[in-house]
């Protein structure tokens, strides 16, 4: 049990037992077209996020537009390292909340909090937030899971999105409010995912932590002798 279970629940806040991660159109085509965020750090956060879902047990729901036309397919990290994660083919939607299967996926989860990233921000993620949130679900958009053609399409799309009433988030609040506290078995599974993919200076704190634990209880490994004065040394 996590500390969160004994809290009232923050609506303004993600509960992991609600939610569902949806990761749309991460396609190697549209990548292409992403210019507001280097491209490896978008392909990472949306590694990151694929492993907190199956880490913490949330559904999660794949989708890709014309994988077979120019588009290209989803990175295969997603499923490489979410094997639960179902994948929903679309017929040619642009908005993958026009997907009936897409929505009857959805819905038989019984949970209404929505995570949502897509590339690209202004359409993939864009489209099926407003949808849902038409539909009555809470949408957190993770906006550094998700890329634009400029910086200021991503900022007029989050503008559009919050008018609507979703809560933009970025990756690592929402590894963090998954996670919730560091006194569970698997805090170093979550800890492993923010050091090699989102804060990767968090290992050299880790390291360092732990080789101070190891001179406290073992003692120090580099046995330095005092040298004497070089005023008192013999000629």
């Known amino acids: 049990m996590t500390d969160n279970k ?3 629940k923050n609506k303004w806040m993600i509960d992991p037992d609600d939610a569902v991660m949806l990761l ?3 396609q190697s085509g549209l990548f292409q077209l992403v210019r507001d965020i280097d491209l490896p ?3 990472s956060n949306v590694t990151a996020l694929t492993k907190v879902a ?3 047990g949330i559904p ?9 036309g120019p588009n290209g397919p989803l990175i295969p990290e997603i499923h490489k390292y979410n094997p639960n994660a179902v994948y929903v083919p679309r017929t040619g939607q642009i908005n993958a909340w026009d997907n009936p ?5 959805i819905k038989k989860t019984n949970r209404k909090t929505l995570l949502i990233a897509g590339t690209l921000t202004s359409v993939c993620m864009a489209f099926p937030t407003l949808s849902a949130l038409v539909a009555g ?9 998700s ?3 400029s910086k200021m399409a991503t900022d007029i799309t989050i503008a559009r999105v919050v008018q609507a009433g979703a809560m933009p988030i970025d990756t690592y609040a929402v590894l963090a409010e998954i996670m919730s506290t560091w006194n569970r078995a698997d805090a170093m599974e979550f800890a492993e995912i923010m050091t090699d993919h989102i804060v990767p200076p968090y290992r050299a704190l880790i390291e360092s932590y732990e080789k101070a634990q190891s001179v406290g209880k073992n003692g120090r490994e580099t046995k330095l002798e005092r040298l004497e004065p070089a005023t008192t040394r013999k000629n």
Do not use: M, Q
């Not at 999660?60 to 077979?68: C, E, I, Q, R, Y």
């Not at 679900?137 to 899971?145: E, N, R, S």
């Open 101 to 105: 299967a897409w929505v009857e996926a």
């Open 60 to 68: 999660t729901f794949t989708t890709a537009s014309v994988p077979d």
């Open 54 to 56: 199956h880490l913490a």
């Open 24 to 26: 749309i159109d991460h």
């Open 147 to 149: 890329g634009n053609w």
């Open 6 to 8: 004994l809290v009232e």
């Open 41 to 43: 750090v978008l392909r």
């Open 137 to 145: 679900y809470k949408v957190f958009t993770i906006v550094d899971a």
